[in-house]
T-cell receptor
Framework: GAGVSQTPSNKVTEKGKYVELRCDPI?????LYWYRQSLGQGPEFLIY????????DSGLPNDRFFAVRPEGSVSTLKIQRTERGDSAVYLC???????????????FGAGSRLTVL | AQSVTQPDIHITVSEGASLELRCNYS??????LFWYVQSPGQGLQLLLK??????LVQGIKGFEAEFKRSQSSFNLRKPSVHWSDAAEYFC?????????FGKGTTLSVSS
């Protein structure tokens, strides 16, 4: 697509529920990132995919968070047993994968705002 | 550990006045540095980046930034601010596999 698309744009759920957030990257971008942005903070890295595999998941806060990218395009961030502290905007970004990856120029989606009541 | 510090949480500038947003980074190797802007309800948009070479880099919307290795800084500047520049600005360093962001500076523009 023309840009990075994230759905839903807003999600309200209850504590303890399961949530899925979807990201559709720019066509041809093999690198995909998930970030979390809490109120008043900068984006915090969660996970980086190179193709279908998670190349770096060091930012996932705990085992309630999981992400997949089965065909190397669309990615889904999954949160189990949601907690109020999970409330944030979840940002997805994609890029061409260069070397080193720290030099990749990321294009961000508008984000999915998650509210856990 | 890699980190980015943006010392100013909120800045107010008069329309037409000049702007400088501060950014300091901590990174052991050659840094890849970025400035992104985020308007309400929008994703982050890249303003400019520094990888190597000329330490003064030009970006979109009339912004520029200067890399100063001796000060570990990458400050963003604009000679004349427009009301549409009101937004949140994030400095980031490319470290390892991902970008590390500062906490951001909110820019307000007064008429």
């Amino acid at each position: 697509g023309a840009g990075v698309s994230q759905t839903p744009s807003n999600k309200v759920t209850e504590k303890g529920k399961y949530v899925e957030l979807r990201c559709d990257p720019i066509s041809g971008h093999t690198a995909l990132y998930w970030y979390r942005q809490s109120l008043g903070q900068g984006p915090e890295f969660l996970i980086y995919f190179q193709g279908t595999g998670a190349a770096d998941d060091s930012g996932l806060p705990n085992d309630r968070f999981f992400a997949v990218r089965p065909e190397g395009s669309v990615s889904t961030l999954k949160i189990q047993r949601t907690e109020r502290g999970d409330s944030a905007v979840y940002l997805c970004a994609s890029s061409f994968a260069g070397t080193p990856s720290g030099a990749n120029v990321l294009t961000f989606g508008a984000g999915s705002r998650l509210t856990v009541l | 550990a890699q980190s980015v510090t943006q010392p100013d949480i909120h800045i107010t500038v008069s329309e037409g006045a000049s702007l400088e947003l501060r950014c300091n980074y901590s990174y052991g190797a050659t840094p890849y540095l970025f400035w992104y802007v985020q308007s309400p309800g929008q994703g982050l948009q890249l303003l400019l980046k520094y990888f190597s070479g000329d330490t003064l880099v030009q970006g979109i919307k009339g912004f520029e930034a200067e890399f100063k290795r001796s000060q570990s800084s990458f400050n963003l500047r604009k000679p004349s601010v427009h009301w549409s520049d009101a937004a949140e600005y994030f400095c980031a360093v490319g470290a390892g596999t991902a970008l590390i962001f500062g906490k951001g500076t909110t820019l307000s523009v007064s008429s």
